[in-house]
């Protein structure tokens, strides 16, 4: 009888478990946001086919054909037309970035990350269908760019668009972002497991199982799309590499190092080339074009640089460049890309960081094969270390670029040789540079996400949310702007009222209206301002952990 009612008991106390986690499944509205996942990973998988059919259909008229392989056909153009097209390019993409984008810019991964840090993970659809067109007349037009962060923004787009369609609530809106990530990076790399895990790695900055589920599912759907209408392979076809001797993980650490320089070069080369095209001042429509010129120019000599670059990666990895040609082609390359993005054309740095670090590799293992001959393994498996060491450094991601070389090359073996050598080149980037291409253009937009959700948090926070204005029976009043007594406006950060408070020493400051310097129209208190605080960073840190 005793055993019986025991029994009853434990039950009933599992099936109330049961229902209350069910409960708040349901409450979260996670069997729509599970749906959801599943028609973004169909609807970026074909944005994403459909974004590579334009690329090519955009260098058809000057290049004759849609592939990417475009080596042999830019070899045998005459030299006027490898400067014209690029120039030409610049001048469309000038004027629709004059009259048609809101920002003046074409968009990418960074805007992603801020939508997710700041708006909710809104982000408006029309101005990202224009970002990704200009993107595609681009890159068929000669940019040296990648098409990988531009797709990343468009899958993001429709996920926001659809979220909104649903009017579902900030959280469930940055999970059907990171869907709209992971499938974007999914479908354009063939890599769902990659896809997923720089979603949450990159752009949601968490791993909450609430997430994680449709984040999955939209990758796993999109690479099983991409895979049906692109083929089932890697995206570079690769000889069996492997490593000759345990001796050579000093040089693969010691590649580790370079890669960090090269990426940090290449992240200094596109701030110079942003400030120097800010310096030149050119209109907005010839800012491109110019950009353009010289991208042609360089062209003319390195003609594999123009584009996405994907053929003289794969010959890199294949061993069919000599040590001149690496080295030059990697400065051409970081030079051609850094001046694509001042300009403001359409593009991303997926591909030119793999680029980069193919050569940066390649050339480090002719180096070490000429130095040690008996022990350094082939050029080609250096530039597979490489690729993922650049690339992980310029786009703080080492868990999903050492996923993404492994599944663009199937090269699993070399997993031990291909952690040490992103480990330290992402290590070392952190120590000199300190941040990551994203983070870079976001801090250029005075967002520094990387400082942690605290500082964010008193950064963006204003006054105008938690002050109280006066009462009906509190008389107005005016405060000497000039006068040692502290003051606020509505517009002031969090952070500015918590310094106020602190020098006044008292438990409230007074607000002053911005329009009349002086004129007190409310109370910021400081138990109020602690309130917003927390509430804040309990919301910022709550969905990291559901």
């Not at 030299?79 to 004027?95: A, D, F, R, S, Y």
């Not at 693969?252 to 890669?259: E, K, R, S, V």
């Not at 061993?319 to 993005?341: C, D, N, V, Y």
């Not at 983070?439 to 950064?459: A, M, N, S, Y």
Request: charged fraction near 15%; proline fraction near 5%.
């Amino acid at each position: 009888m005793v055993l019986s009612h025991f029994n009853i008991q434990a039950i009933s106390s599992i099936w109330q478990g049961v229902r209350s986690n069910l409960r708040q499944f349901l409450d979260g509205r996670q069997p729509m946001i599970w749906l959801l996942s599943i028609f973004i990973g169909l609807g970026v998988a074909y944005a994403a086919i459909l974004f590579r059919i334009g690329i090519g259909l955009a260098q058809l008229p000057w290049l004759g054909l849609m592939s990417e392989r475009i080596g042999d056909r830019l070899a045998a153009l005459p030299w006027w037309v490898i400067v014209l097209v690029p120039t030409l390019t610049g001048l469309i993409i000038g004027l629709m970035l004059k009259f048609l984008m809101p920002a003046h810019r074409p968009y990418g991964v960074a805007d992603v990350i801020e939508a997710r840090a700041i708006k909710g993970g809104r982000l408006p659809v029309r101005a990202g269908l224009l970002s990704a067109a200009i993107t595609v007349i681009s890159l068929g037009g000669g940019a040296s760019a990648g098409r990988e962060g531009p797709v990343v923004h468009l899958g993001a787009t429709l996920a926001s668009g659809l979220a909104r369609y649903f009017e579902l609530p900030s959280g469930s809106v940055r999970s059907l972002l990171g869907c709209g990530v992971a499938a974007a990076v999914a479908a354009s790399f063939n890599a769902p497991i990659a896809g997923a895990l720089f979603a949450l790695e990159v752009v949601l900055g968490h791993y909450a199982m609430r997430a994680f589920v449709p984040v999955v599912i939209s990758s796993t759907i999109a690479a099983v799309i991409s895979r049906a209408h692109l083929g089932d392979f890697p995206a570079f076809s690769l000889p069996h590499y492997h490593i000759i001797s345990y001796w050579e993980f000093g040089a693969f650490a010691l590649l580790g190092l370079t890669c960090a320089l090269i990426a940090i070069s290449f992240q200094y080369a596109a701030i110079l080339a942003e400030r120097g095209a800010q310096y030149v001042n050119l209109p907005l429509v010839l800012r491109p074009m110019a950009g353009g010129l010289l991208v042609g120019i360089i062209g003319v000599f390195f003609p594999q640089i123009l584009g996405v670059g994907y053929e003289a990666t794969d010959l890199a990895l294949k061993q069919h460049f000599g040590l001149t040609l690496l080295l030059s082609l990697l400065a051409a390359k970081l030079a051609a890309t850094a001046i694509t993005l001042a300009a403001r054309f359409g593009g991303g740095v997926f591909s030119p960081s793999l680029y980069l670090g193919a050569m940066t590799g390649g050339a480090f293992g002719l180096i070490a094969a000429q130095a040690f001959p008996d022990f350094a393994s082939s050029s080609g498996l250096y530039a597979i270390l490489g690729m993922g060491g650049v690339a992980a450094a310029v786009l703080g991601a080492p868990i999903s670029t050492t996923l993404i070389i492994f599944e663009l090359t199937g090269g699993f073996e070399l997993a031990i040789a291909l952690l040490l050598t992103i480990s330290l080149a992402s290590g070392l980037s952190q120590a000199l540079h300190g941040r990551s291409f994203f983070h870079w253009q976001l801090g250029e937009r005075g967002l520094f996400l990387t400082d942690g959700p605290h500082k964010h948090i008193v950064r963006t926070l204003r006054v105008r949310e938690f002050m109280t204005f006066l009462e009906d029976d509190e008389a107005p009043f005016r405060l000497d702007p000039d006068g040692e007594q502290p003051w606020l406006t509505p517009a002031d950060t969090l952070e500015t009222a918590l310094r106020a408070l602190d020098r006044a020493g008292d438990s409230r400051v007074a607000v002053i209206d911005s329009n009349e310097p002086g004129l007190v129209i409310a109370w910021a208190s400081r138990l109020d301002a602690i309130e917003l605080y927390n509430k804040a960073l309990i919301q910022a840190n709550i969905e990291a952990y559901r």
